[in-house]
């Protein structure tokens, strides 16, 4: 029997057909469940208190199926929906959540009012919230029970909107009122959840349920143009971008000088071979479980000005800061293995505890081999610099790579074809161009373990002393943002076991060695050359300076030995040079060679040396106690004391062109010239110009003999 809407069952009613339609399990009862689908299809759900139970039920049936294709997966007892029950499901959520029509204006702005009366026919009691930044209020305490309909709370207890916000919202109720739409309009994903957080957000993207984004965004453009309440602009629409994540084109408009987003509720099937999905309209309840993590899937409803909980999850792990996903973890990874990278990029900004089912999943090889098959290099990239540049605690994303033993995956290299780094070391070798000599920190034969723990231990000191910091103290160079210096030094820090270590690469039919560090970021992530050489040279010369540290204060308990020479020494040759000379030659080159990066990798060296002389380090080279901050201090110091802080911009005494006026060389030989004059000069800061030139002379009558020598 069918009912008019003027005879709607009691609300009683559809909870016993839901009861039974939620029971259908291998068959059982699925009479009563198509039964139940078939009475909804004749009750449109106007927003009148007799329709109320009508409301809840398509919110529910919605919510069931999405639970149910979760169990399914999981390998639950519910057995997966059949086509014919599906197609009664969609055709329910056609009016899910929805008690508008067209002309209905007042059921807009009230559906959120009339939610709270409609708590009284479920049985549903209020109860005080958590004391979460921006849910303080009253809240609703809603039964941990598959079949309870979503979690809300009334905006204005939770959300603090600023006047821009609040004109914006405004304006898009009255765009639904002046075309007289039945639209639901809401803002998704990380607006809702920075704002519950008490933090500002600008990147507010919509959400409509009945139309394309891009439609809606040119029914606002005319809704501005006709009322002439403000200048109207055009519509932009940003293509599907799938090497960006955006798998759906999005249109942009503007209220005002705010740019906003707008696309359609959708839902997301995944094929096996790629982490792009096929995209549809969809309900909110897919909507939001297609999502990341629950805390990214709560929605602000502009209509009836609440925050929806569609996943029952998202209030609550908000506050307790918990990275938990709204299906099963191991589908979640498996449909989109970057959202491991995501995961651990929100934990550390959020201060987040990670799920123990997340964990798990994590460390699953068909996770593994996604990250290899379905994640390009470019995405892991942008993922890395967005965790690694922002505030919290974005080492949590470098531990956490370690951690699932995913950092050889993310870090790669194609030597001899493969797609990352042995554990065993066997693609390394030393590297012939670390400038002092100095053993590698490890041997390349050493066990992936032993690295890991040596990351670990350097990257946690690193972001305690960041931590001690502002960021806008953090040292780096000129024009970098504070992000760009943070970030620096945390790779810099997880890298530091491949110090002196480099990877063979064929190179035009010729092997060569090539920074281990270098590669595994240019080649693994697509990071910038000119950056990954930045992240290299700290790598390599943070340990040249902890071994000229330690050479310097070997030095300062020698009694009587001169530091810092009179302006009017003797002029010293390089070939002579030894003890504190040597040492200050060869700082000068150092810091010639790293220029502004000096700084930075002195203070990496500071932070990381409690990590490389731990008890169970295998690699702390030098002998003697530790090395202290002050001896790093010191060193600072001393740089200035003898004018190297800024040798690079000491200007040359002899340029290349006057070396070649002079002495007639060509090809490599004018390079010798100029870096003897180099050293000379290092040595020699308040030397003359025809002191230099006297040098050179000899350096120039020592290299003829010795090619003559060479041809006899």
């Not at 979503?150 to 609040?166: F, G, I, N, Q, W």
């Not at 032993?450 to 931590?467: F, P």
Request: charged share 25%.
């Amino acid at each position: 029997m069918h009912h008019s809407i003027n005879h709607l069952p009691s609300p009683s009613m559809p909870s016993v057909l839901l009861r039974s339609m939620c029971r259908w399990k291998s068959g059982t009862d699925r009479s009563s469940c198509i039964s139940a689908s078939k009475e909804i299809r004749h009750c449109r759900l106007y927003p009148s208190s007799s329709s109320t139970a009508q409301f809840h039920f398509a919110a529910i049936a919605s919510r069931r199926y999405s639970q149910i294709r979760a169990n399914s997966h999981n390998g639950g007892g519910i057995r997966p929906i059949d086509k014919s029950f599906k197609a009664q499901y969609l055709f329910i959520n056609r009016y899910h959540y929805r008690p508008l029509y067209k002309g209905n204006l007042e059921g807009i702005r009230s559906c959120g009012r009339d939610a709270i009366a409609r708590r009284s026919v479920m049985g549903i009691n209020s109860r005080a919230s958590s004391s979460m930044t921006g849910l303080n209020g009253g809240g609703v305490n809603f039964p941990d029970d598959p079949n309870s309909p979503p979690r809300y709370e009334a905006a204005s207890k939770v959300l603090d909107l600023t006047e821009e916000e609040k004109e914006i919202f405004s304006h898009l109720r009255n765009v639904v009122e002046y075309h007289n739409l039945s639209t639901v309009v809401r803002v998704a994903g990380g607006w809702v959840r920075d704002k519950l957080l008490g933090l500002d957000s600008d990147d507010i993207d919509i959400a409509v349920d009945n139309m394309e984004g891009e439609m809606f965004a040119q029914l606002v453009n005319r809704y501005i143009e006709e009322t002439g309440i403000m200048p109207s602009s055009k519509v932009s629409v940003i293509k599907t971008n799938p090497d960006k994540s955006k798998h759906l084109a999005t249109a942009t408009f503007r209220i005002g000088a705010r740019p906003i987003d707008v696309n359609h509720l959708r839902s997301e099937e995944y094929s096996t071979s790629s982490r792009i999905p096929e995209v549809k309209m969809g309900t909110p309840y897919e909507d939001a479980f297609r999502r990341d993590l629950t805390i990214n899937a709560l929605y602000y409803n502009v209509n009836s000005d609440i925050v929806e909980d569609f996943t029952n999850r998202g209030f609550e792990d908000l506050k307790a800061r918990i990275a938990r996903t709204p299906l099963a973890p191991l589908e979640t990874l498996v449909d989109d293995p970057l959202r491991l990278l995501r995961t651990l990029r929100f934990a550390g900004r959020f201060g987040l505890d990670i799920d123990p089912k997340f964990d798990e999943a994590a460390r699953d090889p068909e996770v593994k081999k996604g990250l290899i098959t379905k994640v390009s290099r470019e995405r892991f990239g942008q993922e890395i610099i967005k965790a690694l540049s922002g505030p919290g605690r974005p080492s949590k994303l470098l531990c956490g790579l370690l951690a699932y033993g995913v950092d050889s995956i993310i870090f790669a290299n194609s030597l001899n074809g493969e797609t990352r780094l042995s554990d065993n070391g066997a693609s390394l070798i030393l590297n012939p161009t670390e400038p002092l000599g100095l053993p590698p920190l490890l041997s390349p034969a050493e066990p992936r373990t032993i690295r890991t723990d040596l990351s670990l231990r350097s990257v946690e000191r690193m972001q305690s002393y960041l931590e001690k910091v502002s960021m806008e103290d953090i040292p780096g160079l000129p024009g970098d943002t504070p992000g760009e210096a943070q970030r620096r030094l945390l790779l810099a820090a997880f890298f530091l076991p491949y110090h002196g270590v480099a990877v063979e690469k064929l190179v035009k039919k010729t092997i060569r060695a090539q920074s281990a560090v270098f590669t595994f970021l240019v080649e693994g992530i697509k990071y910038p050359h000119r950056d990954a050489q930045e992240v290299d040279d700290m790598v390599q010369s943070c340990m040249q300076l902890r071994q000229l540290t330690y050479e310097l204060r070997s030095y300062r308990k020698q009694e009587g030995l001169v530091l810092v020479p009179a302006s009017d020494a003797s002029p010293i040759s390089p070939k002579a040079a030894t003890g504190v000379p040597m040492l200050r030659l060869n700082l000068g080159l150092l810091l010639e060679s790293i220029k502004d990066l000096w700084i930075p990798a002195l203070d990496l060296a500071r932070v990381v040396e409690a990590a490389l002389v731990a008890k169970d380090s295998k690699s702390n080279s030098l002998p003697g106690p530790p090395l202290t901050s002050a001896d790093f201090d010191f060193l600072e110091a001393w740089a200035k004391d003898v004018h190297l802080e800024r040798i690079w911009e000491t200007p040359k005494l002899l340029d290349g062109k006057e070396i070649v006026k002079l002495f007639g060389v060509s090809g490599k030989e004018i390079g010798t010239l100029v870096q003897a004059q180099r050293a000379w000069q290092i040595l020699n800061p308040d030397a003359s110009r025809q002191q230099c030139l006297e040098y050179l002379k000899g350096v120039v009558r020592d290299y003829f003999v010795s090619q003559h020598s060479e041809n006899a």
